[in-house]
């Protein structure tokens, strides 16, 4: 009898295990089609974006978004040159950054009619006596240099699109394949935001420098369920501060992480469930630098301590590969987007969590220069809601993204 149960379960569990397998085949199959024609896509809409394209949509954008007109805008080989007689000294920030987001744009130039010397977007008003403060201000046409001074419009440090505890604005749907942490149709949603309260530059020189503050609350939420039960919430609040020089950006903060399991959901597992009273602070670093054609790379690692429970292991280490097209569809005011994101943690023995996300970033809805994204997303790993972490969890899923 007993060879027969151990052979009953045998059966059982190779089954199991081919059915997870089957699936993540399938899962495989249906990234692997989408990133191909992303990257199909993209490369055909790179023929239709010239400087005919790129000089009308500067044009429009300036004229409505930031309500300036500049009738002798050109684009030349994607660099786009405007006259400074035509544009407000305070401006020159703000608008090389709208414009550099645009497809296609290599490079922003505001120059003098007179002798058409670049002019630095961070240039002082003419003026006949210099304060110290202005002598401090670097002497670059660096297009990537941005706005100082307090609550500055921008980031030094781009998201990470494929991160499932980056703060932001989102709202996806997941259909699990394999284990679940509660039903197999979950809502997961978001909101955060990172804010720059103060920016300045290191000294004469184009880098730099940001602190400010990163908050978001992520929950999931069980659409099996007749009242669609709250699961669970995390919290997470930090302190951070950037650098930028050139494509070269890096990310540091103090943060706090806790996470609160939903009262209908205690209420239904209270006889058996395994609570965990999950609560730590910690610290990380992030480095990411930019590559031609809209690709991006970045890793780092970090650390937590004052934790409960007290035997978590508080090593970690981060990486990821973004894409993010330079050419916008012809189709739609659209340009294609993918993003790869793996974390190891030491204490799931530095098993791999992998997020991959593929979809379409809509240009036309701008709001003080944030994207409206969506993504088809696919993860595979250690659960990243807070109290489950200890559980693997294999999901598909969709959703809309509201990142800068």
């Known amino acids: 009898m007993q060879k027969v149960h151990e052979t009953k379960n045998s059966l059982l569990s190779q089954n199991c295990s081919n059915r997870a397998l089957r699936k993540f085949r399938h899962v495989m199959r249906i990234l692997l089609t989408i990133i191909v024609s992303l990257a199909c896509i993209s490369t055909a809409s790179a023929a239709i974006t010239d400087d005919s394209y790129i000089a009308g949509y500067a044009t429009g ?15 030349r080989n994607g660099n786009i040159t405007l006259s400074a007689s035509e ?25 003098e009619p007179t002798d058409q010397q670049p002019i630095t977007t961070t240039s002082p008003a003419p003026s006949d006596t210099v304060t110290e403060e202005e002598k401090n201000i670097p002497t670059t046409d660096d297009p990537t240099i941005l706005a100082t001074g307090i609550l500055p419009s921008g980031y030094l440090f781009k998201p990470l699109l494929a991160d499932p505890r980056w703060a932001h604005f989102s709202a996806a749907y997941r259909s699990y394949l394999g284990g679940n942490i509660d039903g197999d149709n979950n809502a997961a949603v978001s909101f955060g935001e990172t804010l720059p ?9 184009s880098a730099q420098w940001e602190v400010g503050l990163q908050a978001g609350v ?28 050139g494509n070269a950006s890096a990310f540091a903060r103090i943060y706090h992480q806790s996470s609160h399991l939903g ?14 009273n999950l609560s730590y602070e910690g610290i990380d670093l992030r480095l990411s630098y930019e590559l031609p054609y809209g690709v991006r790379v970045y890793g780092g690692g970090g650390g937590i301590f004052h934790k409960e429970p007290s035997t ?17 569809l012809d189709i739609a005011p659209v340009r294609p987007v993918l993003a790869i994101d793996i974390k190891n943690y030491e204490q799931n023995n530095w098993n791999a969590d992998l997020s991959v996300k593929a979809g379409f970033q809509f240009e036309d809805f701008q709001v003080f220069g944030r994207r409206l994204q969506f993504f088809a997303e696919y993860f595979n790993g250690n659960s990243p809601t807070g109290q489950f972490f200890k559980e693997k969890v294999d999901y598909m899923g969709i959703g809309a993204h509201y990142h800068f």
């Open 61 to 75: 954008i300036l004229k409505y978004e930031l309500k300036s007109d500049t009738p002798s805008l050109t684009v």
């Open 87 to 111: 544009v407000l000294p305070e401006d020159h920030a703000r608008i090389t950054q709208v414009l550099l987001e645009i497809p296609g744009v290599t490079g922003v130039s505001i120059k």
């Open 197 to 205: 309260f103060y920016r300045a530059n290191f000294g004469k020189y």
């Open 218 to 245: 992520f929950s999931d939420f069980n659409l099996d369920a007749p009242s669609s039960d709250l699961i669970n919430t995390d919290f997470i609040a930090s302190i951070y501060s950037s650098m930028r020089a």
């Open 263 to 276: 009262d209908e959901f205690l209420l239904r597992k209270l006889t058996d469930l395994d609570r965990v």
């Open 312 to 328: 978590i292991k508080p090593w970690s280490i981060q990486y990821g590969i973004e894409f993010r097209s330079p050419w916008r």
